[in-house]
């Protein structure tokens, strides 16, 4: 059965997903988003419902920015090497050893909530 689970995201990028600008999510494996799987629910900052297309798991920032395309996760930054730059300002090193998981997003195709 599909998990349902709340993401909180910063406004800035979460504009980006509504626009449809930016397609995938990226965030360290914590326990609760490594077990996320295509098919369960995101709500978005617990209003915008979105399906997870697909889940990818990385050893490392640098093993995700060479496979994914940065323009998919950071449509504004210029290259990935400002993209490895940009996670690990988020992150620091004990995050990223946890490993990384992006997350494919498309909207919940019939836009209703989970309530």
Not at 80 to 106: D, F, M, N, S, W
Request: contains cysteine; hydrophobic residues 45%; charged residues 25%.
């Amino acid at each position: 059965m599909p998990r349902i689970k709340t993401l909180w995201i910063r406004d800035e990028y979460l504009q980006e997903i509504l626009s449809g600008r930016k397609r995938v999510e990226v965030r360290v494996a914590y326990s609760n988003i490594a077990r996320l799987r295509p098919g369960d629910l995101l709500m978005l900052n617990d209003k915008h419902p979105y399906l997870i297309a697909d889940v990818r798991y990385y050893p490392d920032f640098e093993a995700m920015v060479a496979a994914e395309d940065a323009a998919a996760i950071a449509p504004d930054l210029p290259d990935r090497q400002a993209l490895l730059a940009a996670c690990r300002a988020i992150y620091p090193p004990h995050k990223e050893a946890l490993g990384v998981v992006a997350l494919e997003l498309t909207p919940s195709p019939d836009g209703a909530d989970a309530a």
